[in-house]
């Protein structure tokens, strides 16, 4: 009876210890925004439809981001984020690289996922990212308000 009983905590233990674990992932954590990166949108690119921005970083950081972004309006004082028109939708899960004194431009389409916006104060958010290593990195929000009239 005992040999069963061990037999069992045992079988119990080697089962728990083959079970994927699906929280193991560190939490990311968003930080303040170091000096040295920005985003700035082109005054005279914006549409209702699109705008491209300006990204630069002169840190010595390894600063990454993505394709993935969203849309706030300023309403009254609150940011609020714009409501997407599509049920499903999804980024490319893809990293580019931002180098150091070298500026890229952001040309964002948004017609797809928010449709034509109507007049008022937005504002493009986007994560940006220093990767050091695997499971070593800060995340970044970083923002650029614009003006649809």
């Not at 699109?50 to 993935?68: N, P, V």
């Amino acid at each position: 009876m005992k040999k069963r009983i061990l037999f069992s905590l045992f079988f119990a233990l080697l089962l728990s210890a083959c079970t994927p674990k699906t929280n193991e992932r560190p939490e990311e954590k968003i930080t303040a925004l170091p000096e040295g990166i920005t985003m700035t949108v082109d005054k005279e690119t914006i549409t209702p439809e699109r705008a491209s921005f300006l990204l630069l970083q002169t840190t010595e950081l390894d600063i990454q981001y993505g394709d993935d972004y969203k849309l706030q309006k300023l309403e009254g004082s609150q940011w609020v984020d714009v409501p997407i028109i599509i049920d499903a939708y999804a980024f490319h899960a893809i990293a580019y690289e931002l180098p150091k004194d070298k500026p890229q431009t952001l040309e964002i389409g948004w017609a797809w996922l928010y449709g034509s916006l109507p007049a008022g104060e937005y504002r493009l958010v986007k994560e940006f990212m220093d990767f050091r290593g695997t499971g070593d990195y800060d995340i970044y929000t970083i923002t650029a308000a614009f003006t649809i009239e």
